[in-house]
Nanobody, 122 residues
Framework: VQLQASGGGLVQDGGSLRLSCAAS????????MGWFRQAPGKEREFVAT???????YYEDSVKGRFTISRDNARKTVYLQMNSLKPEDTAVYYC?????????????????WGQGTLVTVSS
């Protein structure tokens, strides 16, 4: 499986962006999908995940602002980010879990995309 993340860019404090992650392969619908991010000088951290059945889970700081969704027909997972803050600035990565669950544990993910940069200016 190959994952291609896109949609990053520069946005002002309070703005919105939608990230997309397009997957190759025929088994996308069976994967759990996740978004992670890595800010400069920091470790990669969990952002959001969606299981093969559509259940979702979010990191506390993004609850109510970010929404993860998936379109199995398009083999794409999305991250709608609203009310962005400067502390959301990071490279955002999508990942796929063959187990199909909704986990925040990076070690559970088998495939990773290349990342897309989100910069929120104050």
């Amino acid at each position: 499986v190959q994952l291609q993340a896109s949609g990053g860019g520069l946005v002002q404090d309070g703005g919105s962006l939608r990230l997309s992650c397009a997957a190759s392969g025929r088994t996308f619908s069976s994967y759990g999908m996740g978004w992670f991010r890595q800010a400069p000088g920091k470790e990669r951290e969990f952002v959001a995940t969606i299981s093969r059945y559509g259940s979702t889970y979010y990191e506390d700081s993004v609850k109510g602002r970010f929404t993860i969704s998936r379109d199995n027909a398009r083999k794409t997972v999305y991250l709608q980010m609203n009310s962005l803050k400067p502390e959301d600035t990071a490279v955002y990565y999508c990942a796929a879990d063959r187990g199909g669950g909704s986990t925040s544990n990076m070690r559970e993910y088998d495939y990773w995309g290349q990342g897309t940069l989100v910069t929120v200016s104050s």
